[in-house]
């Protein structure tokens, strides 16, 4: 019925949401959109020296994303620029240096816009292995520092003062934002990730009443979009990235009006 | 030695700084199983900064803390929490431990919240929200229990209440307590050690000896201290306060 291909897109798709959703979730309660655009800007730099040096791609994105995180925490305790500057400084620097080390790269035929925007048709068996390991290993650790995690994004006085050790939580939690932008750069492409991280769950905080429900909603709401750009993509043949991420927007909009519902109910 | 078994939560000369400025300087004082430390003094004389330093929240500190417990229950004076998150009553009760349904239910009983159990904790008021703080922070049934202005916008009846309700908890739970309070009267009604701040240690000892301390009586006047020694008179009395009586 479908071609190989776009099976093996749907199944890295299906991967990617189920582990955006509740890291989405955190994304938006800890206001890091901005830092996990940071993060997947500098992914550009770790896919160029993934070609130049044979390296795998996901394994190299993750290194560098998270070397980018290191080095804003450091600039963040060494220099008094406001946090949102420090960010667009390594955003745009890191894409800078990766643009241009790409043109340096002319003996590799490389396709930019797949690279930024995702690309079905590249998705090998070996990326869905990737994704999926790579994506329960994220879970269970996410599962493990949930409780920390959660209650210092609630109040960080509470969890430290409580024994939840939050520092170490958000630590970990850093090197998740760079472990799922890894794994989902050929899917969603680069630019876009973000908005896979964020719009499923303002879709869910939308209709959402609990954290637990919350991040379910995430995750369907991830899962339709997947499901719906994959297949608009192949029918309209556009890139997979944007196609998921307008999909998921649609979702939010729909969102939208159960708030309304709510509104109208309380009056 | 059985006493030092006894110790929660030891300062020695504990003190703490930003920028420079010291906020508090020199506090020594410890918390022991059973009993109810209180912490007093005048706005910005480093009640809550002590607080944090006994938590361990402030980690650069001067002096030394040692704790001795890891189960600990914090209300502290200025909660703020970010409403881009949904958070009903009953997923805050389980912040930082997981809780049975009953123990959750008893706890917001206790404090006179239960009716809010599923309610949106943005949608609360500042009371309300005091008294699931405090439910919260007991309902882990601690070792040490800090309480930083735990009733601070709870109305008169209430506020009585919940002191008593403490404590009730200090006796039941032989936990301990650090208290931080501006009600004079009632405080003084349950305390076992009061300690006076004002950017260091000014006095410290049983209420009725802090009352006739001088410098205690130079930092909150002569009213302040009459209240205290006037309390001695009404030991069991504390509802019918006249002074509170006005107040309402």
């Not at chain 1, 963040?76 to 643009?99: C, E, F, I, M, Y």
């Not at chain 1, 879970?139 to 024994?163: C, D, H, M, Q, R």
């Not at chain 1, 932008?181 to 879709?203: D, H």
């Amino acid at each position: 019925m479908f071609d190989d291909f776009f099976i093996r897109a749907l199944v890295a798709g299906i991967g990617v949401a189920l582990v955006t959703g509740p890291l989405g979730c955190f994304v938006i309660w800890r206001r890091l959109s901005y830092f996990g655009d940071t993060l997947s800007h500098s992914a550009l730099l770790g896919v160029t020296l993934a070609f130049t040096m044979e390296f795998n791609i996901a394994l190299s994105v993750f290194i560098i994303s998270s070397l980018i995180a290191l080095t804003l925490i450091q600039l963040q305790k060494r220099t008094n620029l406001p946090g949102d500057a420090l960010l667009g400084l390594l955003a745009h620097s890191s894409l800078a240096v990766g643009l241009v080390v790409i043109g340096f790269l002319t003996f590799i035929r490389f396709d930019i816009m797949g690279l930024l925007f995702g690309d079905i048709l590249a998705v090998t068996v070996d990326d869905l292995l990737i994704i999926w390991i790579g994506g329960a290993v994220i879970l269970l650790i996410l599962k493990l520092i949930w409780k920390p995690l959660f209650a210092s994004t609630v109040n960080y006085e509470l969890a430290e003062a409580e024994g939840l050790n939050p520092d170490r939580a958000k630590a970990i939690f850093t090197i998740l934002m760079a472990a799922i932008i890894a794994i989902s750069i050929k899917m969603v492409g680069l630019l876009l990730i973000t908005g896979m991280l964020i719009i499923p769950a303002a879709m869910a905080r939308n209709i959402s009443t609990s954290p637990q429900k919350m991040v379910i909603f995430s995750i369907i709401g991830g899962l339709l979009s997947v499901i719906l750009g994959l297949f608009s993509s192949l029918e309209f043949n556009t890139s997979s990235g944007p196609s998921i991420i307008t999909a998921a927007f649609l979702l939010f909009i729909l969102s939208l009006f159960k708030i309304k519902q709510t509104i109208k109910l309380k009056n | 030695m059985s006493s030092n078994q006894n110790i929660l939560v030891k300062l020695k000369d504990a003190g703490f700084k930003i920028n420079d400025k010291w906020l508090v300087q020199g506090v020594s004082l410890q918390v022991e199983k059973g009993k109810i430390v209180t912490l007093i003094g005048p706005n910005g004389s480093g009640k809550s900064t002590t607080a944090k330093i006994a938590l361990g929240i402030y980690k650069k500190i001067e002096g030394a803390v040692e704790k001795f417990t890891n189960k600990v229950g914090y209300v502290p004076q200025k909660i703020s929490i970010d409403w881009t998150l949904p958070l009903r009553v009953n997923d805050f009760m389980v912040l930082t431990e997981n809780l049975k349904s009953e123990i959750i239910d008893e706890a917001l009983s206790l404090t006179g919240v239960i009716h809010l159990k599923d309610k949106n904790l943005g949608d609360l008021s500042g009371g309300e929200f005091q008294r699931v703080l405090l439910a919260r922070a007991i309902s882990k049934k601690p070792d040490l229990l800090v309480l930083d202005e735990p009733v601070q916008g709870v109305d008169f009846t209430g506020e009585i209440a919940l002191y008593e309700l403490i404590k009730k908890i200090s006796d039941e739970l032989d936990c301990g307590i650090l208290l931080i309070s501006h009600d004079l009267h009632t405080v003084m009604s349950a305390t076992d050690h009061v300690v006076c701040l004002n950017g260091h240690v000014c006095c410290s000892g049983s209420p009725t000896d802090v009352a006739k301390n001088e410098e205690y009586k130079a930092l909150f006047g002569d009213q302040a201290s009459q209240i205290l020694s006037r309390y001695e008179h009404k030991h069991d009395h504390i509802h019918t306060d006249e002074g509170k009586i006005k107040k309402n």
